[in-house]
């Protein structure tokens, strides 16, 4: 008994610790093609998150939804957007190569269309909150959230980056 307890700990491990690496590889790989030509990175970290928060809410221009998505977006301690939009053919077609490996690991969330473009969201969802999203544009754009959020605030998000 106690083998298959320690198996099953074991598995549920390995498993855990193949989702934790996935960020990491995201941000690994967007450091690797931050220098080169078409590439924008931005990163907030958690200094960055709570002085776009307290900007926001001291500008005065909030209204009670918008006070209330920000409130609920607390829970995130890190964004990193990308647009590789203006990256050379090659270039992109590698990065954009070696970005699908690493997300292919992941659970997606979403998947929309439009226009010949696509935008996935893959994260991890518990039922409450999304955990270390990522949203991803075949156009040319990537955003990596880490942290958690509710569902429902995921339009809040959208407004706040861009």
Known sequence: MKKEIIT???ALATCLGAWA??????ESLVGQYKG???FEVVTLGRVGMNMLRSAAILSGDLDRDEREALKHLSGIKKIVAVDFDDASFTTRASF???LEKILAGMELLVEMRDDGDTVRIYGIDDGSYIRDCVL????GELL???GQFKPEHMEGLKDLVL
């Not at 991803?136 to 156009?139: A, F, H, P, R």
């Open 8 to 10: 099953l700990f074991l």
């Open 21 to 26: 690496g996935n960020p990491a590889k995201i």
């Open 36 to 38: 080169h030509r078409g």
């Open 96 to 98: 954009t190569e070696k």
């Open 136 to 139: 991803y544009s075949t156009d």
């Open 144 to 146: 990596y959230v880490q």
